[in-house]
Nanobody, 128 residues
Framework: QVQLVESGGGLVQAGDSLRLSCAAS????????MGWFRQEPGKEREFVAR????????AYADSVRGRFTISRDNAKNTVSLQMSSLKSEDTAVYYC?????????????????????WGQGTQVTVSS
């Protein structure tokens, strides 16, 4: 059982940067692929980014590619999401999630159902 706790959310202006972190405990962190998702009120949860167990392979939603960077530190049991050039449409609650299946083909790798463990979320609000 893995517990995930996100941090780093807040209120920023359009064009600013923000770094989200997710701390994992209770499991072997390096055995999980990790993902970030986001959800706006009244909308479906949306895939943002995924990183493989070793960190060598990453994937991004088209809407954030080139602006967001996912990374992980297996020694510290953390996964991060560096967000740059933020836009108002990036406003959402951001969740990190853990997938025990390290290698997963598209589109399953981007499906929420593929992830067994979820954090409580952290709010990111971008004002225009």
């Amino acid at each position: 059982q893995v517990q995930l706790v996100e941090s780093g959310g807040g209120l920023v202006q359009a064009g600013d940067s923000l770094r989200l972190s997710c701390a994992a405990s209770g499991g072997t962190f390096s055995s999980y692929a990790m993902g970030w998702f986001r959800q706006e009120p009244g909308k479906e949860r949306e895939f943002v980014a995924r990183i493989s167990r070793s960190g060598a392979i990453t994937a991004y939603a088209d809407s954030v590619r080139g602006r967001f960077t996912i990374s992980r530190d297996n020694a510290k049991n953390t996964v991060s999401l560096q967000m740059s050039s933020l836009k108002s449409e990036d406003t959402a609650v951001y969740y990190c999630a853990a997938d025990p299946q390290g290698l997963r083909a598209y589109p399953d790798s981007r499906a929420g159902a593929s992830y067994d463990y979820w954090g409580q979320g952290t709010q990111v609000t971008v004002s225009s």
